[in-house]
C-alpha cells in the first residue's frame, strides 16, 4: 500500500516539474507591427545554444484561449524577450506619447510574474520615448538604434551580443 501511494504521489509531484532542457529555451514577445524585429533577433541566434520561439510560431492554437498559449509557453521558457515598439499613441494625464501595444506590456509582466524580473528582458528604441506603465519605470533595458527598416540585422546586432551575453549569463532556469 505504501509503495503504491508514494508512486502516485511522485506521478502527481512529476507533473508539475519541467524538464530541464539542454538548450536556453527563449521565447519573444512583439507586437505584429514588430515582427520584423523579433525575427531579425531569432535569426541572431541560430547558432546559439538557444531554443528560441517568437509568437507567431505556432504558439497560439485554434480552440484555446490566449492566456492558455501564454501559460504553456512560459512553463516552457528560461527567458522572455519582450520588443517595446512605439505602435501606438497614448495620451496620459494631458500627454501625448508613443506606446507600445498592451499585449505586450502585458504578456512581459505575466513572464516577469512567473520566470522573474531578470528573466523577462525588455528591449526598446533608443531615442525614442516608449511611454511604460509607471511601475516599469526605472528598470534597465536593452537598447537599439531606431531605424527605418532596412538592414535590420546590422542594426540590431549590438542588442543581439548583449542580449547574448545575458542569456548565457542566466542559464537555463533550473
Keep these: 500500500y505504501f509503495a503504491k501511494e508514494l508512486a502516485r504521489r511522485l506521478e502527481q509531484r512529476n507533473a508539475l516539474v519541467t524538464a530541464v532542457s539542454e538548450k536556453i529555451r527563449v521565447f519573444i ?13 531569432q535569426n541572431a541566434f541560430d547558432h546559439d545554444p538557444f531554443i528560441v520561439v517568437v509568437w507567431t510560431d505556432g504558439v497560439f492554437r485554434a480552440s484555446q484561449y490566449a492566456i492558455e498559449s501564454l501559460e504553456r509557453m512560459v512553463d516552457q521558457s528560461d527567458v522572455a524577450i519582450a520588443v517595446a515598439e512605439p505602435d501606438d499613441l497614448t495620451e496620459s494625464r494631458g500627454e501625448r506619447r508613443s ?16 520566470l522573474g524580473r531578470h528573466r523577462a528582458l525588455l528591449v526598446e528604441p533608443r531615442g525614442e520615448e516608449v511611454k511604460l506603465p509607471s511601475d516599469l519605470a526605472g528598470i ?35
Design 29 to 41: 514577445i512583439s507586437s505584429a507591427e514588430a515582427i520584423e524585429i523579433a525575427r531579425t533577433i
Design 99 to 114: 506606446s507600445p501595444r498592451d499585449n505586450v506590456v502585458f504578456e512581459l509582466g505575466f513572464f516577469m510574474g512567473r
Design 140 to 174: 534597465n533595458t536593452v537598447t537599439y538604434k531606431y531605424c527605418a527598416r532596412k538592414d535590420l540585422g546590422h542594426t540590431l546586432a549590438p542588442v543581439c551580443n548583449r542580449l547574448r551575453e545575458i542569456i548565457r549569463d542566466l542559464g537555463p532556469n533550473r
